[in-house]
């Protein structure tokens, strides 16, 4: 057993190789990185071989590229994958070993446990049989106080020692299984093929003087992402607010990037760079319903083939916008046809674990305007929310918004993407000095006459309170129905709306000035026929 134990440690300290050149660059993507690793080397006159070892065991091999400065020429490289795997079987055994005895240990402690729980059942159960015993003794000797003086002793003591018994079985039950889970983590480790695996490669040059060279890396690895996300910090009422962009980035490539310029690209590799191709659309006798699960299973097999086809159009379903939190320093945009790109200035540190780092990127100072928005027919409050107009040339890309009033935090929200000049609304709260009371003032249906139609007619009156000394914009919404059918007629009642939204949407909009009131009158009217009722009325 020492043997193996010793073998083991052995095996767990064998030498990695060391990594050869240093990360200077790492340009992130939404789903993957472009790393550059460079070396300085001191050329002689003739061929020379640069080797880049411990590269990520599953970089595209396909994107790798070499470049370098000096008096050479660089004749080609190649690429050798390094299996590390001489010792696995040997760590897995020993650790497969190292489990079992550790799971017969578990099992010993569990048994001591149940002994011990066995014997303290039988003394609580003796106890009570013997109290009732000695209770019917007490009636007719006077020398059973000493006899049950002495049960009770003897009891507290084995009691006592049998709860101590529990508790240490149970505490080495507890060490054991931190052990075990250490153990069974280790080896799950050991079965991966990242760790066990590592990529050379090797660039050929041919100096024609002898004289200092930077040979520099480049290749894609997946593993890396980067999701944006948004502070946005204002003073109530101001002119503008500041939006700073922090990005979240992660990456579990397995090398650290000390010290590289990090740079962010909103780009996505992996999305295609193609436009999806349109298939036949052939028309079948006879009529095939889709809908039904039965069938579709009955469907001619060219409608299936078609309908399923193209695997390829898959990759361009909507990716899930992403979303998490962080935060640092200025970072320069450079904006491109298909994407844009953050140059976080400074050297940054991320390692390859899969540790989340918080790198702020850049602030904008966006252009605002404050308004209250009612919906008094689902809450009776004023939000006060901040209408931003985009300013910058590049998109505000979608994310998580924490938005800070005053520095005070609020709450948060999520953004979706806003284009160059696009607007946006970001919520602030409820304001408690602004009011808003809804009153119903009408509400009433009406039967069919000899020559009408049936109707129903509902209409509020909305109390609207300032308590403010400066004025407010007011923003009312509120929906009447919606026909589906020509025969059922809706009409708009009360105030006339600033703006009628589709799908019977209505927005009032109007100034409130300090410590002021208005009332505003809603409402709608249905007609319908006597044998077309709508529903939800």
């Known amino acids: 057993m020492l043997s193996l134990v010793l073998s083991l440690a052995l095996a767990q300290t064998a030498p990695e190789p060391e990594p050869t050149g240093q990360v200077t660059e790492a340009t992130v993507f939404l789903d993957r990185a472009t790393v550059t690793r460079q070396v300085d080397v001191v050329l002689q006159p003739g061929e020379t071989e640069v080797l880049f070892s411990d590269l990520p065991a599953n970089l595209d091999t396909l994107t790798l590229q070499a470049n370098g400065t000096g008096n050479a020429v660089i004749r080609g490289l190649s690429v050798d994958r390094v299996e590390l795997a001489a010792d696995r079987r040997t760590r897995v055994d020993g650790l497969n070993q190292l489990i079992s005895a550790k799971g017969d240990v578990r099992q010993e402690r569990l048994d001591d446990k149940s002994a011990a729980e066995a014997e303290l059942s039988f003394l609580r159960s003796l106890g009570a049989a013997g109290a009732g015993q000695l209770s019917a003794e007490l009636l007719f000797s006077a020398d059973t106080t000493s006899d049950a003086d002495a049960m009770a002793a003897l009891l507290r003591r084995r009691v006592r020692d049998g709860l101590q018994a529990v508790h240490e079985a149970t505490m080495a039950m507890r060490q054991v299984d931190s052990e075990l889970a250490a153990l069974r983590r280790e080896l799950a480790t050991v079965r991966g093929a990242a760790q066990w695996a590592r990529h050379e490669v090797s660039v050929l040059l041919e100096a024609t003087s002898a004289g200092p060279s930077s040979v520099t890396l480049t290749y894609t690895v997946p593993g890396a992402s980067w999701t944006p996300v948004w502070d946005a910090r204002a003073e109530v009422g101001g002119e503008t607010l500041a939006m700073t962009l922090s990005a979240s980035v ?288």
């Open 250 to 537: 992660v990456q579990t490539t397995g090398e650290d990037w000390s010290g590289a310029s990090l740079t962010l690209s909103t780009a996505r590799p992996a999305g295609g760079v193609m436009a999806p191709e349109l298939t036949p659309f052939w028309l079948q006798s006879g009529y095939v319903d889709y809908r039904n699960s039965r069938s579709l299973q009955n469907a001619p097999a060219m409608e299936m083939s078609y309908d399923m086809a193209d695997s390829d159009d898959m990759a361009y379903a909507p990716e899930p916008a992403p979303a998490p939190p962080m935060l640092i320093q200025q970072a320069q945009v450079i904006e491109q046809i298909v994407a844009s790109q953050f140059e976080v200035p400074g050297g940054t540190a991320i390692s390859g674990d899969g540790t989340a780092r918080k790198v702020q990127v850049i602030s904008v100072d966006v252009p605002v305007e404050w308004k209250r928005i009612a919906v008094p027919s689902l809450d009776e409050r004023a939000w006060m929310v901040a209408e931003g107009t985009w300013p910058e040339t590049w998109s505000l890309m979608a994310g998580s918004v924490s938005i800070f009033a005053s520095d005070s935090y609020v709450g948060a929200m999520f953004l979706p993407t806003v284009g160059t000049g696009a607007t946006f609304e970001l919520g602030f709260g409820p304001d408690d000095a602004v009011t808003v009371e809804r009153t119903v003032t009408e509400d009433l249906r009406r039967s069919p006459g000899l020559f009408r139609r049936p109707r129903v007619t509902r209409t509020w009156q909305t109390e609207l309170r300032n308590g403010r000394t400066d004025s407010v914009t007011v923003s009312l919404r509120d929906r009447i129905p919606v026909s589906t059918e020509s025969k059922w007629r809706v009409d708009a009642l009360g105030a006339e709306a600033t703006e009628r939204l589709p799908e019977g949407l209505m927005v009032w909009e109007m100034p409130l000035e300090g410590n002021a009131e208005a009332l505003v009158d809603t409402g709608w009217r249905v007609t319908y026929p006597k044998k077309l009722v709508p529903g939800g009325l």
